[in-house]
């Protein structure tokens, strides 16, 4: 995903009530239902998976970005994890926590 992906505030009447609209690097939105929001190392990081699976993702694959504050309270910012070792710590953590719930393929 992209560098900085932000949040579309404009939820417009959404079927769900987890479900985020991002803003990919090029502008275009794309649909992901918010699974979970897992602290780790003083830092929130969201598990997300995409409503519309794209060609290039393995279906049922989770995308994990970090939360980052801005100036604006309505409007929060995620950024992609560079980190392989923070973003397999994050999904651990995830996957412990919902054990019972998801059925994970390793």
């Known amino acids: 995903m992209s560098e900085d992906v932000n949040n579309n505030p404009e939820n417009q009447g959404e079927e769900l009530d987890n479900v985020l609209v991002l803003n990919d690097e090029d502008g275009n939105e794309?649909?992901?239902?918010?699974?979970?929001?897992?602290?780790?190392?003083?830092?929130?990081?969201?598990?997300l998976l995409p409503v519309e699976e794209e060609e290039t993702?393995?279906?049922?694959?989770?995308?994990i970005l970090k939360l980052?504050?801005?100036?604006?309270?309505?409007?929060?910012?995620?950024?992609?994890?560079?980190?392989?070792?923070?973003?397999?710590?994050?999904?651990?953590?995830?996957?412990?926590?919902?054990?019972?719930?998801?059925?994970?393929v390793d």
């Open 30 to 47: 794309v649909e992901f239902e918010f699974l979970d929001l897992i602290e780790y190392e003083g830092e929130e990081y969201v598990v």
């Open 57 to 63: 993702e393995e279906p049922g694959e989770v995308v």
């Open 68 to 104: 980052e504050d801005t100036e604006s309270e309505e409007e929060e910012s995620y950024v992609s994890v560079e980190d392989e070792e923070v973003l397999n710590k994050v999904f651990e953590m995830f996957k412990e926590k919902f054990e019972d719930e998801f059925n994970f």
